[in-house]
């Protein structure tokens, strides 16, 4: 990956940290890892329906703002990609998604209900945060691919700034899709 848009990537990601900054300094930030489950089989059409299930979405206290925007982000990206949005029962897929900043839910936690590993610790004194996108088979009620990603940064994303973030690590985290 182009050391730029690495960088870029890792800058959206700092929307899941919460909070605004108070300066005008950019954040440092340090990209941790990624996680993809691929699918082992995927049984469903080219273009699948899918519906974001309400009972299968997360954002921790410190997070709470950065569910919307992401939310949004990843319907666009779906459609996009061709899926149609439908009722939860009429959606071949359910898409889960979690946001959580490290005063939430530790990684341990988080990534044993994934079924991952963490990737990336936080230095004292650093923001970290961790988002995670599970598609469930709605027949099965089974995960069926998911994707993680975590990062930490020393400040937080300003709110004017979520939706740009967020629609870039939707594309990032559903780019490879079936």
Known sequence: ???A???LSALMLLGVLGGCSSGHQA???DMGTQVIRPASHWPFPAQPRYALAEQYQY???STEGWLEPIQQAVSRELDAKGWRSAPLDE???WVAIGVAGA???S???LFARLGMNPGVQAKAGERKGTLAIILLDRQKQEAVWSSAIQLTTDSAIPESERATFSQELATKMLDKLP
């Open 107 to 109: 990684d341990d936690e």
């Open 59 to 61: 954002s921790g206290a």
């Open 5 to 7: 848009l690495k960088k």
């Open 27 to 29: 954040p440092v930030v």
């Open 1 to 3: 990956m182009p050391k």
């Open 103 to 105: 005063q939430d839910i």
């Open 91 to 93: 959606a071949d897929v």
